[in-house]
């Protein structure tokens, strides 16, 4: 519990400091995250994903309070032309926000899955740092168009907003390179501070609730203690950004951001020594070979051990690979592997005992969530010589998805080689009890011996490659 808290206290600080400093708080969270994970069953890859984007929330209430008196126009304290300037700011910040808010919408994905890797986050870091260093020492000698963020027109305003775009490159910041536009467009330090802090209102708050969305959405729920956990983060990045958006707007009235430049250069050093010497820890390196001797293509995401579902007994051999299809359709593996894992929490008085050792889903993701060394229960009175396998599928015939059975194809075989099994070993739950499961494999025969011929030709081809 002392390690958790600590944990807790440590994420919330590197979150409500280096969300305002243009430093890139990803790449900070990227290192701590890395070489400091407590709990793999508590701090699941969702739940880290998920941790990472919806803390902003609490930097967010922070800067909304110390900005209140520029950015509330309900205030009776305003006169009425205090009131339009309000107004004006939020024109302001919606122009700003209108480019990164739809580039967001279609492209954070993308960037999320393809670039979010520690050479991406070193480049950028690299990259901006530079940028900062020689832009402040053009500035010395260039004269300040807007001395504070009332002052920026709307159309500068949009220009920044456009070239906040970039911020969805991991490593780049999003407080570095719009303060980095308004400086290049003639900000003063303070000017493009404020018209950053109080852009990331709108822009924060929006990501958390899209990540939001999509968390539910792919079939993920919280533990107890998760919400615990992503509460007192969210508690300690807002109380931290109440002071370090203090101490920055004081750092900045009086010096420069050249500093910052050299830091980020100096941490996109660190960051690829991390990576040289700490194979497989930071994101984009060469994945850890797996405990279990696993593909790189299945993703282990280990049930906590419990009675119900992973009681951690030995699995003494392999007979059989058995073939088997999800309850419910339309969920995905995500959904059915946290199904698992909640059986954990049931009442004793009636249990139910369901596991698998993996679960591959709709697009063909497959997941590991029993070790292949310890039993699972899927297979009835076979869960002491078998592995299990189960197939996600969209609606009411079983039929598997295309993704879902090259998935199920490739793993099969991989199995079938590791164990030195044929497709005579692949059978079907419904050979082991007599239930119509896989429905489809079951009601179509052909269909099941076509599968158990394209398991052979994967077989054969891995006996080739390893030839």
């Not at 950053?196 to 899209?210: D, K, N």
């Not at 420069?256 to 390196?285: D, E, H, M, Q, W």
């Not at 039929?399 to 490739?410: G, H, I, P, Q």
């Amino acid at each position: 519990m002392i390690e958790l808290i600590i944990w807790i206290l440590i994420y919330g600080t590197i979150e409500g400091v280096t969300e305002w400093l243009p430093v890139s708080s990803t790449g900070h969270l990227i290192i701590f995250e890395s070489f400091w994970k407590p709990d793999s069953s508590l701090f699941t890859d969702s739940f880290l994903d998920f941790l990472r984007v919806v803390i902003q929330l609490g930097a967010v209430i922070a800067v909304f309070l110390l900005y209140r008196k520029r950015l509330n126009p309900f205030s009776s304290r305003l006169t009425e032309n205090g009131k339009k300037k309000v107004w004006k700011n939020w024109i302001r910040i919606v122009v700003g926000c209108i480019p990164a808010g739809i580039a967001g919408v279609f492209f954070s994905d993308f960037f999320d899955e393809n670039l979010y890797t520690w050479q991406v986050v070193a480049l950028a870091l690299a990259i901006y740092g530079i940028l900062f260093i020689v832009v402040e020492n053009k500035n010395r000698r260039r004269k300040k168009k807007y001395s504070s963020m009332e002052d920026i027109p709307i159309k500068v305003a949009f220009i920044i907003g456009l070239i906040q775009v970039l911020s969805l490159i991991p490593g780049t910041s999003r407080s570095g390179v719009t303060i980095l536009a308004g400086l290049i467009l003639g900000a003063s330090r303070v000017a493009a501070a404020d018209f950053t802090f109080s852009m990331a209102i709108p822009i924060m708050a929006g990501a958390s609730l899209v990540k939001i969305l999509k968390f539910f959405r792919a079939g993920n729920t919280f533990t107890g203690k998760q919400i615990i956990v992503l509460a007192a983060a969210l508690f300690v990045s807002f109380v931290v950004s109440m002071f370090a958006v203090k101490l920055i707007k004081k750092y900045i009235s009086r010096r420069n951001f050249k500093p910052f430049g050299y830091y980020r250069i100096a941490l996109a050093v660190i960051i690829t020594a991390v990576a040289f010497i700490f194979p497989g820890v930071l994101p984009g390196s060469a994945k850890a070979p797996s405990k279990y001797g696993l593909p790189d293509y299945i993703e282990e995401d280990y049930l906590s051990e419990n009675e119900y579902s992973r009681p951690g007994t030995p699995l003494l051999q392999v007979k059989d690979i058995v073939i088997h299809y999800t309850a419910n359709p339309g969920t995905s593996a995500k959904q059915n592997r946290n199904y698992f894992e909640g059986l954990s929490k049931q009442s004793p008085e009636d249990p139910t005992y369901a596991s698998s050792n993996f679960i591959i889903g709709t697009e063909g993701e497959i997941l590991a969530v029993v070790p292949i060394d310890e039993i699972a229960y899927c297979s009835n009175n076979r869960n002491n010589d078998t592995i299990s396998i189960e197939n996600c599928h969209p609606d009411e015939t079983g039929k598997f998805t295309d993704e879902t059975y090259a998935s199920l194809v490739k793993l099969t075989a991989w199995l079938c080689d590791r164990y030195g099994l044929g497709p005579d070993n692949v059978i079907r739950h419904y050979d082991v009890t007599g239930k119509l499961c896989p429905l489809y494999f079951v009601e179509h025969e052909d269909a099941w011996e076509t599968f158990k011929d394209d398991v052979q030709t994967q077989i054969d081809s891995l006996n080739e490659t390893e030839d």
